[in-house]
């Protein structure tokens, strides 16, 4: 008997396939690469809130370190 069993399980429908060319040919099914672009396109948005939320704390942390520049500027120059 063999210890490994080859077998492709598809997460677009949890079909499980019993051979390469079978799992290939399901790839190329329309519901498939419906589900490809559906995942391709959850990713996306995921990483455009990823970026929205990294670019709000970097303005935030811009403006920090503006109002920290201002501060040290104005006492270097009380020091003259
Ligand atoms: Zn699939």
């Not at 079978?22 to 498939?32: E, F, L, P």
């Not at 490809?36 to 996306?44: A, F, G, R, V, W």
């Amino acid at each position: 008997m063999n210890s490994i069993s080859y077998s492709l399980t598809c997460k677009c429908n949890n079909k499980t396939y019993s051979s390469e060319k079978s799992y290939k040919n399901h790839c190329k099914t329309k519901g498939h690469l419906a589900w490809t672009e559906q995942m391709e396109l959850k990713n996306i948005k995921m990483e455009l809130t990823r970026r929205d939320n990294e670019i709000t704390a970097l303005k935030v942390q811009n403006e920090d370190l503006r109002d920290l520049n201002l501060i040290l500027v104005k006492r270097l120059s009380g020091f003259k």
